[in-house]
């Protein structure tokens, strides 16, 4: 019996995992990733790093985050606390979804996370105050192969469903993208 509802969404490769909880009078249980469940939604590396985010308030926005090829990782995002509305960003080269986004809200509510493939950014914007997010990475971080696009940038249009209270310097000045821009190539 399989623990997760997977959905395919508009961008290729990009997933909506919904987790089922087991559950009776004392709580519950939910599994929060298995190898063997997410293999089929392209999920074929092992877990390389795990980090938690804590946002403080409400509105504030984080990323859009990347890592350069050969560092690109997957990513299967969870809000273990409160709601974000969580945003991908297809930068794959020759991607017939090139530079558009898709995003989902994951809240500790609703049990989705979100399985991002290699050659996507991701951002978020916390949509209630004191968001915790769980995420399994299948590459480490590596600062030298580090990479962002500014959340604000028009060519994007990404439509933040709220006013964007706080945001960290190094986020607010990624530059905008330009023509020079052609996309990741894995």
Not at 83 to 101: E, I, K, M, N, Y
Request: glycine letters at 6%.
């Amino acid at each position: 019996m399989s623990r997760f509802t997977i959905t395919d969404l508009p961008l290729a490769g990009l997933k909506l995992v919904e987790r089922q909880n087991l559950g009776d009078s004392r709580g519950f249980l939910s599994r929060m990733f298995c190898a063997e469940e997410l293999a089929p939604a392209g999920w074929i590396k092992p877990i390389a790093q795990i980090n938690l985010t804590m946002t403080a308030r409400r509105g504030t926005l984080r990323g859009m985050h990347f890592q350069q090829p050969p560092h690109s990782e997957m990513k299967l995002v969870n809000c273990i606390r409160g709601a974000v509305f969580d945003v991908a960003v297809d930068l794959r080269a020759g991607s017939p979804t090139f530079l558009q986004w898709n995003a989902e809200e994951l809240s500790a509510d609703n049990r989705r996370s979100f399985l991002i493939p290699e050659g996507f950014a991701h951002g978020f914007q916390a949509l209630t105050d004191d968001c915790e997010l769980l995420y399994l990475h299948s590459m480490p971080y590596v600062p030298g192969s580090e990479g962002a696009l500014n959340s604000q940038d028009p060519t994007l249009r990404i439509d933040w469903p709220l006013a964007v209270t706080e945001m960290s310097e190094r986020d607010r000045n990624h530059p905008y993208l330009t023509e020079q821009f052609t996309g990741l190539i894995s």
